[in-house]
């Protein structure tokens, strides 16, 4: 089965072309070397896949037939990423965030002198 199809297939990527455009910008390597969408996966395959600022490492157990429900996705994917890699997209979503509170609307102008004063 072609990689993106099996990504696709095994719920990693939500459609067909974001698992394409995930093998053509090189975020997705088998045995450590970045392939193509047409790549061919066969049981025993260990594949990385970097999604979200994650870097997955899944081995491929068996070859599904069709896109699989969630409860059936561990019959055919065997994810093996260390629980690190969790913790480091944790702490760089709560980076980005800033300080101000969702939903408060865009910054006054002092605001944004404060916050300008501040990363300076």
Do not use: H
Not at 72 to 101: Q, S, W
């Amino acid at each position: 089965m072609r990689i993106d199809q099996y990504l696709w297939a095994v719920r990693y990527f939500k459609s067909r072309s974001k698992a394409t455009r995930a093998c053509r910008e090189g975020k997705v390597r088998v045995k450590d070397v970045k392939v193509k969408a047409s790549f061919e996966v066969f049981p025993g395959d260990t594949v990385r896949v970097r999604k979200d600022k994650v870097e997955y490492l899944l081995e491929v157990l068996a070859i599904p037939d069709g896109r699989v429900g969630a409860k059936l996705k561990g019959l055919y994917v065997a994810d093996k990423t260390p629980a690190g890699a969790f913790a480091n997209r944790e702490i760089n979503r709560l980076m980005n965030n800033g300080v101000r509170e969702r939903g408060t609307g865009r910054p006054t102008k002092k605001e944004r002198r404060d916050w300008d004063e501040f990363w300076e």
